[in-house]
């Protein structure tokens, strides 16, 4: 990948800096670079959407080249209408023609989605918690104790038909803390993978852009 223009790494770190100046309060330079950050993203997703689902999947699955030995899939033609039929939102007349594809849309992505999240959160999980509580070693013994203890009170925490005093209100305590242990974790995870963005920016700044502005000037 070739590297790029000393011109457009320092529009790079002047946008940057735009961004950075929501630090300080709502401004017109943040405004724009928003704005021109937006506008290039809509504008690069739609240009990947038309030569991938347009030009690489619809025409030459409907059209293949000649002697590529592929066959024209037909079934592509629905799609095409389906999403022809979306357009039809812009025009006041016949925009209910566009709840059509929409509902196929969201029923098709839901359905798949609740397969996925099934495996994924629901099925997954139960299995690597059915795990062998003795293991191998101490080390894995001791986590295989703390999940199935941490499965079981958090469980309990959710069990409402039985009020939560002695033991069974000591286990229900004990699943709150998992619970609070757990969602830190997430909640850390997700600002470190900010974090690991800002960084990449500040990193951007000082090395690259700054590397770049003193040759230029």
């Known amino acids: ?15 940057t800096l735009g961004i950075f100046s929501f630090l300080y309060k709502d401004n017109p330079v943040y405004k724009v670079c928003e704005a021109i950050f937006i506008g290039v993203s809509a504008a690069y997703w739609a240009v990947e959407y038309f030569y ?14 000649a002697g590529s030995g592929v066959e024209a899939d037909l079934l592509l033609w629905g799609g095409a209408i389906l999403g022809a039929l979306m357009l039809c939102r812009m025009i006041p007349k016949i925009n209910w023609l566009s709840r059509w594809p929409l509902a196929f849309i969201v029923g098709a992505t839901a359905g798949l989605y609740m397969m996925l999240f099934f495996v994924s959160n629901a099925m997954k999980q139960i299995e690597s918690t059915m795990q062998p509580l003795i293991q191998d070693s101490l080390l894995e013994t001791l986590g295989s104790f703390t999940i199935a203890i941490g499965t079981i009170t958090g469980l309990i925490y959710f069990f409402f038909s039985k009020e939560h005093k002695g033991i069974f209100g000591g286990a229900a305590k004990v699943g709150i803390w998992v619970l609070m242990v757990t969602f830190g974790a997430s909640f850390g995870y997700t600002v470190m ?12 700044l000082f090395n690259s852009w700054a590397t770049n502005f003193g040759q230029m000037f």
């Open 1 to 15: 990948m070739p590297d790029a223009s000393p011109i457009g790494i320092f529009i790079a770190g002047l946008l």
């Open 52 to 65: 991938s689902a347009l030009y690489r999947k619809f025409w030459l699955g409907v059209f293949p080249p």
């Open 193 to 204: 993978s900010r974090m690991s963005l800002l960084i990449g920016r500040m990193d951007f």
